[in-house]
């Protein structure tokens, strides 16, 4: 299956054919093709997992041909993807020594041009492995909600196939063997991900969003682009991802051409990320239906661009010197975008948007992450989010599919009518603010841990500040959003009811993986060592290809000290969050007493004014004032010129006319004025205004002119 | 080769009356039709001079798509279909007068220019191993490419201009 | 005449083009100005491929092929702005559009 994974794509492409064409005949209007594919998918997905881990044992073992290996013993089923925490495993030593594992690799030439070849091909290493489970797994979930979420919607088959072609596409990308065939399927989940926000067209609003979608993804895709180039011609006219990471750790392409790469990436992270400044088009997105949101705008397609880093590391590790700095660009985006977006979830009303700036927000963790060197923990986060994020998504569709509505001022008390949304949007919020066990505590302590201790001399400290700070703030606005919608006083209209099974059955199950995904990559210092950072040994690429062959290249060890206060700023932030709410104590009416309280609310409900700054200033700024600007020219500059030379001939021409024209060229003057008015009266003959007469003078004089040529030349 | 010329006459003279045809019928409809002649001949000739691929592409473009337009444009501005009373202006002679003059120039500037000069009888361009169409294609995406892409983003343009020019809520 | 001579395609395109120039003055119907139009620029291709294949050079067929994108590219501006001078002046008679008179 390793060399095989190509099928796993193809079939929901197939799927999206065969729903276009047949969906709207079948019974259950092509629904029931959708999540055929997407299961079959993750099932192959599975079985590539397993042997997966069987080649990762086989290479330990042909590395140490003395230590005694029990054959793997994989447990999995539909239930537990995250399976890794129930093997047992032999002891072994530490993820950074033992021999190198190869990825599984095939590809195939797709076009020629010159000498080059642009290939298509499979990569199948861990970190391919891992996003295979995520998407398809996520995906498979998603198509079971849709059927009953999308229910009787108008475009119902149409938009089960493109939920088909979103996981194809998305499958596509996790495999990539070449940058080009990365950037192909970057560029198709970016068109899946428009069709589906504008799913509703009929409302503007969200044929608006779509457009913003997509049009600030074209931003980030000149950089993209970019990126893809420099490294195209830098390693040698090749795209070979492996070849590329190989190169840029050996040292065979310039450090210049390496920071240019990575910083054109960068800004393709940004847009597809939602990294602050081109994170504004997410938010927007939430205009799609739930499901949507949940599968591709929190849980698979946003964390395309933390992937794309994570596949060209080798780049962005040696561009960037993240080994040794102490700041770098990516984990400054990445620590601008955890305040920026965790600042904004707190004066939403719609609870979609609080999750979605809740995203924004837990992104910039992953490519802080990235971008101090914890490369294990950015992906690790990635996992875990993925599902605890899907279940909140899914939970607020389950809200609004019993209010009618996303906001939360008409909810309220729901923990009443709908306990199973309620337990396990509870569960999901405690993951994600990092609530000891569930699994985002893992996978966020790791991230700081990697903050305090990876880096240079001047370590990357700072950016554990940022991350303790995020934390505090997700765990206050995910109280709020809590809050409001289950607690307190229903203040909708209707009777809300709970959702049906196909809905809950989702959430529940990725409630619990909410739970368990964090126990994959359990810290040595906490777990026995047959279960200890099982996630780090088989998903972390070991090889030429991966900067772990470099010296600075590490991985944070657990800190209890960090780990307490990063429990006990999430559970203050709770503390906040509930003593605002229930206890009516705190600063409550602050933005009417402090002005500054004021200005700062102000600028949050304004989104920190980004949206006024592209479309007022800049898109409106390119065509006011540069209109005004050549105006203005028009006016003063050019008309001075005529005006003065106009003057200037006024004056010349009086000088002339006392001193020279009247005693001596009048009689001349009056007889060329003649002849010019003559010839004028010619020439205005010619000036018909018929373009064929123009035509004919044309072609004309260049033959005569040919023929002067012919003749004397 | 005396074949090829027998088919290289017979072609061009039929491509001369129907391009006569096409600028002096009074019919529109006709004009056009005569037109596409005229492309056949024109793709006939070129696979004479061994260029399969564009005689292809001619058959493709023009034939196919260029001509489909121009019916296009005559039925949406209703042009009378069928015998048009005067569709030459009043300046036609001056027309004629700066065709023969051009065809008169050129014609002398050809034959003194190249009198008897003979078309290599070998026409393939050789390519390693390669026909004439591979040949094409690898210089296009290798030594052409930036002209390539040039084109590609000028008919980008016209189509959006063209969109533009022609919508009617304005 | 055992050859193909180089100058019987050459003067083929001029001849072609003598008639398309002659087609661009002479009609009054601007679908017919640009057919002849399209007359002109399958002269300009054949002189390309023959000079191409008299030297044994690919250039000839390659910018060929471009004249034929940039042809595309021509008749579909042209016949937009056709119509649009149709819409404002419902004639396509090349005679009474003369705005440009002096």
């Not at chain 1, 020629?112 to 996520?138: R, S």
């Not at chain 1, 108008?154 to 493109?162: E, G, K, L």
């Not at chain 1, 306990?419 to 603010?433: D, S, V």
């Not at chain 2, 050129?106 to 191993?129: F, H, K, S």
Request: aromatic share 10%; with cysteine; net charge negative.
């Amino acid at each position: 299956m390793l060399e095989q994974a190509w099928i796993i794509p193809i079939i929901p492409a197939a799927s999206f054919f065969g729903i276009l064409l047949f969906g709207k005949r079948l019974p259950r209007k092509g629904s029931e093709l959708g999540v055929a594919a997407v299961g079959v998918a993750f099932v192959l997905a599975l079985v590539t997992q397993v042997q997966w881990f069987q080649h990762v044992d086989d290479a330990e073992n042909e590395s140490e041909p003395t230590e005694e290996h029990a054959a793997a013993v994989v447990d999995i089923d539909s239930e537990s993807a995250a399976p890794v925490q129930e093997e047992e495993q032999p002891a072994e030593e530490d993820g950074g020594e033992h021999a190198s594992i190869e990825p599984v690799t095939r590809e195939w030439t797709w076009f020629q041009f010159g000498e080059t070849e642009a290939k298509v091909g499979t990569l199948i290493d861990g970190p391919a492995v891992m996003m295979l489970i995520v998407v398809t797994l996520v995906s498979l979930l998603v198509h079971v909600y849709s059927t009953d979420y999308v229910g009787g919607d108008r475009r119902y088959t149409h938009f089960f196939a493109f939920l088909s072609l979103f996981t194809a596409s998305m499958l596509g990308l996790v495999m990539s063997k070449t940058t080009l065939q990365l950037m192909v399927c970057w560029e198709l989940v970016g068109v899946c991900s428009f069709v589906l926000i504008g799913h509703w067209w009929e409302e503007k609003a969200n044929s608006d969003a779509a457009l913003k979608a997509f049009i600030t993804n074209r931003v980030g895709d000149v950089g993209m682009i970019t990126g893809v180039i420099v490294l195209f011609f830098a390693a040698g006219q090749t795209f070979d991802i492996l070849d590329i990471n190989t190169q840029a750790l050996n040292g065979d392409i310039s450090h210049l051409a390496l920071l240019v790469a990575s910083c054109a990436l960068i800004a393709a992270v940004m847009s597809k990320s939602g990294q602050f400044i081109l994170h504004t088009w997410l938010p927007d997105a939430m205009a799609g239906p739930t499901p949507v949101s949940a599968l591709i705008h929190a849980a698979t397609m946003v964390v395309a661009g933390i992937y794309m880093v994570s596949r060209l590391y080798g780049v962005f590790w040696e561009g960037l010197s993240i080994g040794i700095s102490s700041v770098n660009l990516l984990a400054l985006v990445g620590g601008v975008t955890v305040l920026g977006g965790a600042g904004l979830a707190f004066v939403q009303n719609d609870i979609k948007r609080v999750l979605a700036y809740s995203t924004v927000s837990q992104l910039g963790y992953m490519v802080m992450a990235l971008g101090v060197g914890a490369w294990t923990a950015a992906l690790f986060h990635l996992f875990t989010h993925a599902f605890f994020k899907a279940c909140l998504f899914l939970g607020s569709g389950s809200v609004s599919h019993a209010v009618h509505s996303f906001d939360m001022r008409e909810m309220g008390g729901l923990r009443r009518w709908m306990p199973h949304t309620f337990k396990t949007f509870i569960i999901a919020t405690a993951a994600l603010i990092g609530i000891f066990p569930f699994a985002g505590f893992w996978s966020k302590d790791e991230i700081l841990a990697g903050a305090s201790q990876l880096g240079g001399p001047g370590n990357y400290r700072v950016f554990m500040v940022v991350g303790i700070l995020g934390a505090v703030m997700t765990a206050a606005y995910m109280t709020r959003c809590v809050y409001l919608t289950f607690f307190g006083e229903f203040r909708g209209h209707g009777q809300p009811h709970e959702s049906g099974p196909r809905i809950v059955v989702p959430l529940w199950i990725l409630a619990v993986l909410g739970v368990v995904a964090g126990l994959a990559n359990l810290p040595s210092a906490l777990a026995p060592d047959s279960v200890e950072l099982r996630f780090e040994h088989y998903y972390e690429p070991v090889g030429a290809y991966f900067p772990s062959i470099m010296p600075e290249f590490a991985h944070p060890e657990f800190s209890i000290g960090i780990a307490l206060v990063s429990t006990l700023i999430g559970l203050t932030g709770i503390a906040i969050g509930v003593a605002w709410y229930t206890g009516r104590i705190g600063l409550r009416g602050i933005t009417e007493r402090n002005r500054l309280a004021d200005v700062g609310y102000t600028t949050l409900v304004n989104k920190y004014y980004f949206d006024h700054l592209y479309t007022g200033v800049i898109a409106d700024g390119t065509k006011g004032p540069v209109a005004r600007g050549a105006n203005w020219v028009n006016q003063n500059v050019i008309d001075g010129v005529v005006n003065g030379a106009g003057r200037l001939a006024t004056v010349t021409g009086r000088w002339v006319y006392a001193h020279v024209d009247q005693q001596v060229v009048d009689g001349a003057v009056n007889g060329s004025a003649s002849a010019a008015q003559g010839g004028g009266q010619v020439f205005r003959q010619l000036t018909s205004g018929k373009v064929q007469q123009y035509g004919a003078l044309l072609f004309g004089a260049a033959a005569l002119f040919a023929g002067v040529f012919i003749v004397f030349v | 080769m005396v074949a090829q010329n027998i088919f290289f006459y017979v072609i061009a003279a039929g491509m001369v009356g129907a391009a006569v045809a096409v600028v002096t019928t009074r019919n529109v409809v006709h004009a056009a039709l005569y037109l596409i002649a005229v492309f056949a001949g024109v793709a006939a000739q070129f696979i004479i001079l061994a260029a399969e691929f564009v005689a292809v592409t001619q058959v493709l473009i023009y034939i196919g798509a260029i001509m489909v337009l121009m019916l296009f444009g005559i039925m949406l501005t209703r042009a009378r279909i069928g015998r048009d009373v005067d569709m030459t202006n009043d300046h036609w002679w001056i027309g004629v007068g700066t065709a023969v003059l051009l065809a008169a120039v050129m014609g002398y500037a050809l034959i003194d220019r190249w009198g008897d000069d003979a078309l290599p009888a070998e026409r393939q361009v050789n390519a390693v191993g390669g026909s004439n169409t591979a040949t094409v294609s690898d210089s296009i995406f290798s030594q052409y490419l930036i002209p390539f892409e040039i084109v590609s983003v000028l008919l980008l343009a016209a189509l959006v201009g063209a969109i533009v020019i022609a919508r009617k809520d304005r | 005449m055992d050859d193909l001579m180089l100058n019987q395609f050459l003067l083929l395109g001029a001849i072609l083009f003598c008639i398309g120039v002659y087609g661009v003055i002479a009609r009054k119907n601007t679908v017919m100005v640009l057919m002849s139009i399209e007359l002109i620029l399958n002269a300009v291709n054949i002189n390309l491929l023959t000079f191409g294949a008299a030297n044994g050079d690919v250039a000839g067929a390659v910018f060929a092929l471009f004249v034929i994108a940039v042809a595309a590219a021509e008749v579909g501006v042209g016949l937009a702005m056709v119509l649009i001078i149709y819409r404002n002046r419902a004639s396509v008679d090349l005679d009474d559009v003369d705005s440009m008179r002096g």
